[in-house]
């Protein structure tokens, strides 16, 4: 053990789909996630592989609060979220989480300004971020000023990734969750932005969740959470 504080803390975690089925029993429900124990530093950058279909959104889903376990206990940052009402898991999200979405989820017709002043609104306070810190924020990201009045719907494909790197950083979050966007980019622009991703981690001191489906990134991170080795195992991996 490390006296390092644990930024995320699984136990005898389950999650399944109401309607969730398995391949071979069609009436019979098998849980989406099982996992038994499972930690992380916080400070750490994990990146986590797991087929299609092996649970990787399911449990970034758990890990943001938006799904709850069906059983077990699941604590991020030192806090247990089963003890949280539905409001109080967003607003805890809103605050300590910033998520990258596979398809960056800007909102097309606002300019890159406003899709990040949004989400510094809905973070501490309710108030619109200081223009300088979303320009330092932009510049450290390789985007120029002069993007931060273009309307994301007019931006290259990398460009939209450092907006909505930069639109989950703006609240300083502890914790970032990001979930395979390098599918459309080359493979130096998908290294330069896990470089990219892995410095802000370590000025900014968050604990860094990739999620992807490609082994050859495994390399660039602290660790690496094979998902079928946990899930649904029948001892704890440690
Ligand atoms: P991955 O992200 O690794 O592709 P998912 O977490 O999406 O995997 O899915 C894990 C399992 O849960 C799969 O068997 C999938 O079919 C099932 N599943 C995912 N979402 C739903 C849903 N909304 N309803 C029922 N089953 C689901």
Redesign the pocket.
Known sequence: MTNTPTAIEFENVTFG?P??TTRFKIDSPKN?IDIKKWHVDQGRSVFIS??????????LNLICGTLVPTSGKISILGQTFSKLSERKRDRFRALHIGVVFQQFNLIPYLTVKQNIEVAAFFGKGRKFAPTSSIINLCSQLNLASELLQKPANQLSVGQQQRVAIARALINQPELLVVDEPTSALDTSARDGFIKLLLACAKQYRFTLLFVSHDLSLANYFDQHLK?AEINHAQEVVE
């Open positions: 789909y309607n969730q989406a797991g087929e299609s279909g092996s649970g990787k959104s399911t449990l998902l």
